[in-house]
């Protein structure tokens, strides 16, 4: 008896702390956007480069797909934070599209030499809240 006595009164101390806790975060701003700007206002390291890059980054990792452009070429569709191989002129560049915000921007911004040519962004689906 004593035991199961102690045991609830864990549990019910555990709940108290619990419910207590949930209420000291509170943002009622939209999708809690003040609230993570508050947090990285407060953050003590700056940004990397990567971080801090408009059009993205050189990838290091392997590529989700691979696409050749030609002269011909007007357009690249890629999903935010894909990682493509592109094949341009005999060379090739592995580029890691992490644009918030963007929806377009001319490829030239990133490789030299591809000219006319425009890079549309969509929305990766798997970081859409739904």
Known sequence: MKTNISKISLVVALGL????TAYAHEDYS???????ISHVAESKGSPT???LAPYGYAATKGAD????????SKYLNVTRLETVK???GG??????FDTLGLAAFPLAKVIP????VTVYV???PSYQGG
């Open 17 to 20: 702390s619990v419910a207590g």
């Open 30 to 36: 939209e999708a809690g956007t003040n609230h993570w």
């Open 49 to 51: 480069a990567n971080q």
């Open 65 to 72: 797909r691979e696409v050749t452009l030609t002269s011909a």
């Open 86 to 88: 592109i094949n341009v």
């Open 91 to 96: 060379k090739s560049v592995v580029w890691t």
């Open 113 to 116: 030499g591809t000219d006319g």
């Open 122 to 124: 969509t929305e990766n």
